[in-house]
């Protein structure tokens, strides 16, 4: 198939590229100017920046594309401006999706896949979520509900696109390039001691492999299924498992343990949130639907190694 992929610099657009053409597809990169020699050799290349309409049109009208794939965000830039990179994230969720499908209609293509995230569930009800549950667009956070925010209008504008589409809800990704890798942001936070466990630690986080999201988008792309996907591991954990082990694993002393009310002002609202009252979320919908399953099935085998 004539595959379009957005976002083919990135942790794991870049991957993708390689994995859709070992299974025989013919890929094209949509890719801003300045990012084009870090696109994989040999794809064919168009060139728009997605917040821009014209050019997408453009751009995705020259690639003439069966399926797009749609894998951009900003949080490349979390590290040096976190508020920038929340902000553009945002604005890729909602005006770079409505490019892009207008784009990809006008060029007509038949099938959408889009980038999501599975820790945007509002936390009530059982400990790990389908993908019924409702979203926390009401999180007390005015950052946190802004990026649900964007995400609910990506999941609607997809289904409403009146092409066949595909969300693929993300969890936290572990693996090379990720902010958990070793060299990644997480990990040296967690060996500089910087990541203390709050309280006892009962929120709950559903961790993907990047490979494991790059097969779920090869999956979703060569599937007829459409609707919202949890694409997460087996093993949902709470935080008082995964963080002694991570930092165990990269060799970090074990964290410290801080009471829950000092969470949120000393690691921020979001990541107080996700360690002490974020729900997991179940692949059941994943599996069934687009024949995926995890090559990583646990956290445990891997968080931390590379
Ligand atoms: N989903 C999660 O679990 C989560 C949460 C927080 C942080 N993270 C971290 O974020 C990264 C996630 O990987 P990812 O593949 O989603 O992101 P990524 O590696 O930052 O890739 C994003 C892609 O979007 C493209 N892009 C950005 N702005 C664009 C624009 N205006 N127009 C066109 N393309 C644009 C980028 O191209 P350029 O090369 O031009 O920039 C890049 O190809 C990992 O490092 C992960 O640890 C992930």
């Known amino acids: 198939m004539r595959v379009l992929v957005a976002g083919a610099t990135g942790v794991i657009g870049h991957p993708l590229v390689g ?19 870090r696109v994989p050799e040999a794809v ?10 014209e050019a997408v049109l453009a751009a995705v009208s020259a690639a003439r594309p069966e399926v797009v794939v749609h894998q951009m965000t900003a ?7 976190p508020v920038a990179a929340f902000a553009l994230t945002a604005r890729l969720r909602t005006e770079g999706t409505a490019h892009l499908i207008e784009a990809a209609r006008a060029a007509g293509a038949r099938r959408l896949v889009a980038q999501s995230i ?33 995400v609910a209008e990506l999941e609607r504008l997809v289904s409403d696109s009146g092409l066949a589409g595909a ?28 990541l203390p ?33 949890h694409v997460t591991d087996d093993d949902p954990a709470p935080a008082a498992q995964w963080l002694p082990h991570y930092a165990h694993t990269l060799g970090a ?16 609202w979001f990541m107080a949130h996700q360690l002490t009252a974020a729900h997991g979320a179940a692949n059941d919908r994943a599996r069934t639907a687009l024949g995926w399953k995890p090559l990583h099935p646990s956290w445990r085998d891997g968080l931390g190694e590379e």
């Open 19 to 37: 994995a859709l053409r070992a299974r025989g597809h013919e890929v094209s990169a949509l890719v801003r100017q300045e990012s084009r020699q």
């Open 44 to 53: 064919e290349v168009v060139v728009a920046d997605a917040l821009d309409r």
């Open 75 to 81: 949080l490349r830039l979390l590290g040096e401006d």
């Open 118 to 150: 599975a820790f945007a569930a509002a936390p009530a009800g059982q400990p790990v979520l389908d993908e019924d549950a409702p979203l926390y667009v009401d999180a007390p956070d005015p950052g946190w509900a802004a990026t649900v925010g964007a």
């Open 167 to 194: 969300v693929l809800r993300y969890g936290t990704l572990y693996g090379p390039g990720t902010s958990y890798a070793r060299d990644g942001g997480g990990a040296q936070a967690v060996l500089a001691g910087q």
């Open 197 to 229: 466990l709050p309280g006892d630690g009962a929120g709950i986080t559903s961790f993907l492999h990047v490979d494991d999201a790059v097969q779920a988008a090869v999956a979703a792309v060569e599937s007829e299924a459409t609707g919202v996907f």
């Open 253 to 268: 002393p074990p964290p410290r343990t801080i009471p829950a009310d000092l969470a949120p002002r000393l690691l921020g």
